[in-house]
């Protein structure tokens, strides 16, 4: 017979936090959560670049049902629509019951994700080796970018205007491309220098080749000339194409499931592709919303959203007025009415690297979707602070529809810190909130999510959506 609790202990249960919320995990979510994955593997696997992320997202949109948003054209409610933003960015919307007229339901997540570019002038040969002149793109440890298996991938615009697609290295029999690193035996001064002054930016020199030009009749550049000779049969450039192109280098790595238990998730990207995808597949699966509901996936996050391609780019504002105006509202009425989930990551607690972080108010692997009220650095600044009343309306939510959650800050406080696009959504006069997926490992070549927190984050977007 169980022994009847004490006040004490009904006192406690009826007015204190409970704890350990991966006691909310069971069978059957981690079975629905290692399905839902496997999609995502896949997602992340295509979309190293926003490029990609951008095609392979419409393929999926497009075979269920999206069609190119005309501005001209008539809507009901149910049809499924997307607008792409120069290749890079790209909003998928279902109209809604109301339509517009009470504001759209956004998701906003980043497809872009810290990498390296190749400057302007890339090729050049040392020592009788080619190698690619670099600029680093997002916030990177540079070290961690050594000695990795590096992938080729970006688009190049000849001088007649045609474009050539380029991926390098991501086939298990084709070659790939590496910075090197100095052997410890001869790394005494590196070693005792501090971090950001070890490996610079400019050290970021990728080895692209080594044997000189067969047949040559001079002896100037000859392993340079047969690298862009190589390149010039393959894609029919030369080396003043690459004055035009955007070309990056990512990690080779596919995604790959991490421990003995599989319940974790390896790969490049997560950040922020582990919140697009949820969003992403939130979109597709969303049937007849009361209110239109947007997944917008953005570019250039990790350079401050500047651009035309990033958040703070009119693009998603005027695609919600072209919508208003099919209901007859005006576009900033259906703006200021708009509410939004900022999908993005956030730092998974690291017991290795526990100082840190401030256990009581940071997200865990396992914990669920993490909502970040701010992020920001130092006395909360450069952050979209969500209110107390739209706090309480997306825990509502989540909670209603057993959803499992957690709260999130971005490590200790002053120890340095980092923004969203949340603060650009918020300025648009849009309530809004981070809620995203953890991450162990962030910015680094490999990162770390779990599959429970991808398949919450998924049921959060969803049901956001499809809320009366
Ligand atoms: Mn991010
Ligand atoms: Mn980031």
């Not at 629905?32 to 992320?53: H, M």
């Not at 421990?259 to 990207?269: A, E, K, L, Q, V």
């Amino acid at each position: 017979m169980a022994e009847e609790k004490t006040e004490t202990q009904l006192l406690r249960e009826s007015i204190m936090m409970e704890e350990k919320k991966s006691k909310k995990l069971n069978a059957e979510i981690i079975a629905e959560a290692d399905e839902f994955c496997e999609g995502y593997k896949i997602f992340l696997d295509k979309s190293p670049v926003e490029r990609e992320a951008v095609e392979y997202s419409l393929e999926l949109a497009k075979s269920r049902g999206f069609v190119e948003f005309n501005p001209e054209a008539e809507y009901a409610p149910g049809d499924k629509v997307y607008y792409v933003n120069r290749g890079k960015a790209v909003a998928l919307a279902v109209i809604g019951k109301n339509g517009v007229k009470n504001g759209a339901r956004l998701a906003i997540a980043h497809i872009d994700s810290p990498r390296i570019d190749l400057k302007p002038n890339p090729l050049y040969e040392s020592n009788d080796l080619a190698l690619f002149k670099t600029h680093y793109y997002g916030g990177l440890k540079k070290y961690q970018w050594t000695a990795i298996p590096l992938t080729l991938h970006g688009r190049i615009i000849k001088l007649d205007g045609s474009a050539v697609d380029v991926i390098w290295g991501d086939e298990p029999d084709e070659s790939c491309f590496c910075v090197t690193d100095l052997l410890p035996h001869l790394a005494q001064e590196q070693a005792a220098k501090p971090m950001a002054k070890a490996f610079t930016g400019e050290d970021l020199n990728v080895l692209v080749g080594s044997l000189p030009l067969d047949g040559a009749d001079d002896e100037k550049e000859l392993v340079k000339l047969n690298v862009m000779k190589i390149l010039n049969e393959k894609y029919g450039i030369t080396e003043n194409d690459f004055l035009s192109a955007e070309l990056c280098l990512v990690p080779s790595f596919k995604a790959k499931d991490i421990g003995f238990d599989r319940s974790m998730i390896g790969g490049y990207g997560h950040d922020d592709k582990v919140c697009a995808y949820p969003a992403l597949a939130a979109a597709l699966d969303a049937d007849t919303p009361e209110s239109t509901c947007i997944t917008y996936l953005t570019d250039k996050e990790e350079i401050g959203s500047d651009g035309n391609t990033g958040m703070q780019s009119d693009f998603l504002r005027y695609f919600i007025y072209d919508l208003a105006k099919l209901d007859g509202v005006e576009g900033y009425r259906a703006v200021s009415k708009s509410t939004c989930l900022s999908a993005d990551v956030n730092a998974a607690f690291d017991p290795t690297y526990a100082s840190a972080f401030e256990a009581k108010n940071s997200c865990f692997i396992n914990g669920g979707v993490v909502i970040s009220k701010y992020t920001g650095h130092g006395g909360k600044y450069d952050t979209s602070d969500a209110s107390a009343e739209y706090m309480g309306k997306i825990r509502s939510l989540l909670e209603k529809n057993g959803i499992v959650w957690q709260i999130g800050e971005l490590g200790r406080v002053d120890l340095g810190g980092g923004g969203t696009i949340a603060k650009y959504v918020a300025n648009m006069n849009v309530d809004v909130i981070d809620l995203g997926v953890p991450v162990l490992s962030m910015h680094a070549p490999f990162e770390i999510v779990s599959k429970t927190d991808v398949y919450m984050a998924y049921r959060a977007f969803y049901e956001f959506f499809m809320q009366k």
